[in-house]
C-alpha cells in the first residue's frame, strides 16, 4: 500500500514551475490596470518646488524655511520607487542660515536614501537661492534664467535726521553695550558698521566653501568674479561652471530617464489647517474667525514689501 509519494528532482514535476508561470501571467494580465505610478518598470523622480523669498515671513504669508519644507523634502526622498529627486527653485534669496539649513537638510537626505538630486533655477536662483540647489548634484537652468550673487548683503535705512527735523527724541533704554548696535533711528557708528561687515565676512567665506565643495572642478573663472556677488544669466554662468546645463526640468527628466518618467510634485503645504497650527487664525470680538487682524495685515503688508525689495535686486 502506497500512504505517500515524493517526486526525485528532475523527474519532470512542474509544480513549482507552474506556479511560478501562473504568477508571472498575473502579473501580466494585472499590471496595465494599475495606476501608472504602481507599476514595477515605471521611473518616478518626485519635484520638490522652493518657490520665494528665504526666511522672510509674516503669519499670512510664509516665507521659505526649513520647517516649511522639511516634510515635502522627507516624502519626496522616501517615494517609493524614486530614481532621484527633483528640486524646482525660484528663489532670490534670504536668510543665510535657513538657506543653509535647508542644504544640509537635502544633503542628509540624499546620503541616507542614495538618491541623487537635480535642481532646475526657473526665473532665479540666486543668493540664497543658489545655495540650495548646490545640494543638487546637476543644475540645469533656463538659458534668461539669473543665477549667482554668491555675496552676502544686509539694508537698512537711515532715520535719525528725519526724527530730528520732525522734534522727535529717540530714548533707548540698554544693559550692554552693543545692544543698540545700527538702530536706525540713532546716528550711524563706526565700530557697529565694523561690526556687522564682520559677520558678513564670516557668512561670505562659509558660503564659498559651499560652492567649492559642491561644484569643485567645474567651477571655472577667476573666484574675485565668481564670489564677488556678481549674478548672471545661465547662458553665462554655464560657462563659470555656475550651473551644468542649459533647458527646462521636464526635458531633462524625460532625456535622462525615458519619456514615461512620472515627476509627482510635492509642495510644502501651507493650507488653512497650517495656519491655525501655527496660532494665525485669532477669534474677534464679535466671536468669529479673524486672521491676524488688522496687526497680521500689518505684517503680512511689510514682508510683502521685504520680499518684493528682494525680488527687485535681480529686475524682477
Known amino acids: 500500500m502506497t500512504f505517500g509519494s515524493r517526486t526525485e528532482p528532475g523527474s519532470g514535476d512542474t509544480t513549482g514551475g507552474g506556479l511560478r508561470d501562473f504568477v508571472a501571467g498575473m502579473r501580466r494580465l494585472v499590471t496595465p490596470a494599475l495606476p501608472k505610478r504602481w507599476r514595477p518598470d515605471t521611473v518616478v523622480v518626485p519635484v520638490v518646488r522652493i518657490n520665494g523669498v528665504i526666511g522672510v515671513a509674516s503669519p499670512l ?7 516649511g519644507l522639511a516634510r515635502a523634502l522627507d516624502r519626496a526622498f522616501a517615494m517609493r520607487g524614486a530614481k532621484a529627486v527633483a528640486l524646482s527653485i525660484n528663489s532670490p534669496g534670504g536668510a543665510a542660515a535657513q538657506s543653509h539649513l535647508i ?20 526665473d532665479v536662483g540666486a543668493s540664497g537661492g543658489y545655495m540650495i540647489a548646490c545640494a543638487a548634484d546637476e543644475i540645469v537652468a533656463d538659458p534668461a534664467s539669473i543665477v549667482g550673487s554668491i ?5 537698512t535705512f537711515g532715520l535719525d535726521k528725519a526724527i530730528e527735523k520732525l522734534g522727535i527724541e529717540r530714548r533707548v533704554y540698554t544693559a550692554g553695550d552693543n545692544k543698540s548696535s545700527l538702530d536706525p533711528f540713532l546716528p550711524e557708528k563706526p565700530e557697529d558698521v565694523a561690526r556687522i561687515k564682520a559677520i558678513q565676512t564670516e557668512i561670505h567665506a562659509l558660503f564659498i566653501e559651499l560652492v567649492k565643495s559642491r561644484r569643485g572642478d567645474r567651477l571655472a ?20 561652471g555656475i550651473v551644468d546645463r542649459l533647458g ?11 519619456k514615461d518618467v512620472l515627476t509627482p510634485v510635492v509642495s510644502p503645504e501651507r493650507g488653512f489647517l497650517a495656519r491655525r497650527l501655527m496660532g494665525t487664525s485669532l477669534v474677534g470680538s464679535a466671536g468669529g474667525a479673524d486672521f491676524g487682524g488688522a496687526h497680521g495685515l500689518a505684517e503680512d503688508a511689510i514682508a510683502a514689501l521685504e520680499a518684493r525689495a528682494v525680488w527687485a535686486r535681480y529686475g524682477l
Open 151 to 155: 555675496g552676502v548683503i544686509g539694508a
Open 221 to 240: 573663472g577667476p573666484e574675485k568674479t565668481l564670489f564677488s556677488g556678481e549674478y548672471w544669466t545661465a547662458s553665462t554662468a554655464l560657462g563659470h
Open 248 to 258: 527646462d526640468l521636464r526635458s531633462y527628466l524625460r532625456e535622462r530617464f525615458g
Open 61 to 67: 504669508r510664509p516665507g521659505v524655511t526649513l520647517a
Open 103 to 122: 542644504f544640509r537638510r537635502i544633503r542628509q537626505l540624499a546620503e541616507e536614501k542614495n538618491l541623487p538630486v537635480i535642481a532646475a533655477v526657473e
